[in-house]
């Protein structure tokens, strides 16, 4: 028998054997540089990362890749397919010299990206059709103007945009309103509130100072806030009180009167709300009872806003307030709040004595809008009323 050797080859069962650790190897070094929510999200390309491609590509195809990856140790070429640029990375094993298997090793970045769309954008990330990112979209005019109008509901001259929904009525009614955001607690807790019931017995009875007032015809605009109809006004019109001079900065309607005299309650009220230089509130209440048609509530409602949050500016030095007081000027005086949310306390009030006069077609045209936008009696709480003699 000859001594002569043979070459020994691999069987077939250790050359797949082989191929199977690569691909083990392909896949767990895979696995270490991606993290498992990404291999959890994207199954499609795990799936392309573990699986073999059901047929070789053209020979023509593969001769670079032969000649690029032939003289390289298989770990090389996985190393240099995983840590490769952004682009998929295709390797082909090479066992014994011989192409074996395909493997498609996906890119990290795609896959990173691809999570972060499942977790859902935020409002601010959106992108738009192109790609870029969108800014949010402002609210249109008209939605502008209602929030703005909305927050400067009954007496107030600050905006309130985040202030939440109130009203006159239900849920969200005057026995809500402390509850409704910790802003308007005042409204719950408060021991000055308005409005009051006035009792003439119960004031305090002598000489107090004449109310000055100094108003002229003036610009305004006339905004319906979905509480009331309320008159922005411009030019320079104030009163004269306590040696202060308050400038008047809008004034607006409650039907029925929020105010009453011994328990008498009146058709309207309109409420004059001034601002001095210190910020310091003080309001006139003129009574409205049926009567003679009012020059100047005929004026506003002729530029009456119909839609809530809609304005309408009148031609310049149109309205005179002056027009609304009674000749009478005497007052009640004390110390209040606003009597819509905030509820803010330390305001002036100077209820006038003798009320105006106002048409019942006038009061029929508010009340078709607003039935009822009184807040209800407060408490007085020993509070001391001046009657003006």
């Given at each position: 028998m000859s001594s002569r050797r043979w070459p020994v080859f691999p069987a077939p069962q250790a050359e797949a054997r082989a191929c199977l650790h690569a691909l083990a190897a392909t896949a767990l070094l895979a696995g270490a540089l991606q993290p498992a929510s990404s291999l959890a999200?994207?199954?499609?390309?795990?799936?392309?990362?573990?699986?073999?491609?059901?047929?070789?590509?053209?020979?023509?195809?593969?001769r670079p890749a032969e000649a690029e990856t032939g003289s390289k140790s298989p770990a090389e070429q996985l190393r240099e397919a995983v840590a490769g640029g952004v682009a998929s990375k295709r390797l082909t094993l090479v066992v014994n010299g011989k192409e074996k298997k395909y493997?498609?090793?996906?890119?990290?970045?795609?896959?990173?990206?691809?999570?972060?769309?499942e977790e859902g954008p935020t409002a601010s990330q959106a992108a738009d059709d192109h790609g870029r990112r969108a800014t949010p979209?402002?609210?249109?005019g008209r939605a502008a103007a209602r929030a703005r109008a909305a927050a400067m509901a009954g007496h107030e001259t600050s905006a309130h945009g985040a202030d939440p929904h109130w009203s006159y009525e239900g849920d969200t009614g005057p026995q809500a309103w402390g509850k409704l955001k910790?802003?308007?607690?005042?409204?719950?807790?408060?021991?000055?509130?308005?409005?009051?019931?006035?009792?003439?017995?119960?004031?305090?009875?002598?000489?107090?100072?004449?109310?000055?007032?100094?108003?002229?015809?003036?610009?305004?605009?006339?905004?319906?806030n979905g509480h009331t109809i309320q008159v922005d006004m411009l030019g320079e019109n104030f009163i004269t009180v306590r040696g202060s001079d308050y400038k008047l900065v809008q004034l607006h309607f409650h039907h029925p009167s929020e105010e009453r005299v011994n328990f008498k309650s009146f058709a309207m009220v309109a409420h004059l709300v001034h601002k001095n230089a210190d910020g310091q509130l003080a309001v006139v209440a003129v009574l409205l009872e049926p009567g003679a048609?009012?020059?100047?509530?005929?004026?506003?409602?002729?530029?009456?806003?119909?839609?809530?949050?809609?304005?309408?500016?009148?031609?310049?030095e149109l309205l005179?307030?002056?027009?609304?007081?009674?000749?009478?000027?005497?007052?009640?005086?004390?110390?209040?709040?606003?009597?819509?949310?905030p509820c803010t306390e330390g305001v002036l009030?100077?209820?006038?004595?003798?009320?105006?006069?106002?048409?019942?077609?006038?009061?029929?045209?508010?009340?078709?809008?607003?039935?009822n936008n009184a807040r209800p009696l407060q408490p007085l709480n020993n509070r001391p009323v001046r009657e003006a003699q």
């Open positions: 999200a994207e199954p499609a390309h795990a799936a392309a990362s573990a699986s073999v491609a059901a047929k070789p590509p053209a020979k023509a195809a593969s493997i498609t090793v996906p890119p990290r970045g795609p896959v990173e990206k691809v999570v972060k769309q979209r402002p609210p249109s910790p802003d308007f607690s005042l409204c719950t807790i408060g021991k000055r509130q308005s409005p009051i019931n006035i009792e003439d017995n119960a004031t305090l009875q002598g000489p107090a100072e004449p109310l000055q007032f100094h108003y002229r015809a003036s610009g305004a605009s006339v905004v319906n048609a009012n020059p100047v509530i005929n004026t506003v409602w002729t530029y009456m806003p119909l839609d809530a949050g809609d304005r309408v500016r009148m031609p310049a005179d307030p002056s027009g609304l007081l009674p000749q009478d000027q005497r007052y009640y005086q004390f110390l209040g709040s606003l009597t819509t949310p009030w100077m209820v006038l004595k003798t009320p105006s006069a106002i048409s019942r077609e006038q009061i029929k045209l508010f009340s078709q809008l607003f039935p």
